[in-house]
Nanobody, 123 residues
Framework: QVQLVESGGGLVQNGGSLRLSCAASGRSFTGHTMGWFRQAPGKEREFVASIDWSGGSTDYGNSVKGRFTVSRHDAKNTMYLQMNSLKPEDTAVYYC????????????????WGQGTQVTVSS
């Protein structure tokens, strides 16, 4: 069973940048599409980005396109989310997850989740 641990969250000013990491342990996540989701208080979990098993195909939620970049380094068993031009509305707990089936933008398609890392963007 693979376990996922996010890191890199924190407090940043409006317009700033952060890079989140998602480290897998237990076994490799090679072969899995991996995703990032976020959840703000009182809101549903929102799709942020995904990257396929080869790293050659990525998808992004409309609210982060052009600002966020997802990448993966399978030899390190790590996925990254580079977040630039951050806005207060990006404030949320960010989760990484491994997809087990279904559409990439549905949380229900992901069967393994990390514990989340808080990102707070001050105005």
């Amino acid at each position: 069973q693979v376990q996922l641990v996010e890191s890199g969250g924190g407090l940043v000013q409006n317009g700033g940048s952060l890079r989140l990491s998602c480290a897998a342990s237990g076994r490799s996540f090679t072969g899995h599409t991996m995703g990032w989701f976020r959840q703000a208080p009182g809101k549903e979990r929102e799709f942020v980005a995904s990257i396929d098993w080869s790293g050659g195909s990525t998808d992004y939620g409309n609210s982060v396109k052009g600002r966020f970049t997802v990448s993966r380094h399978d030899a390190k068993n790590t996925m990254y989310l580079q977040m630039n031009s951050l806005k207060p509305e990006d404030t949320a707990v960010y989760y990484c997850a491994a997809k087990v089936g279904g559409k990439y933008y549905y949380p229900e398609s992901y069967g393994i989740w990390g514990q989340g890392t808080q990102v707070t963007v001050s105005s």
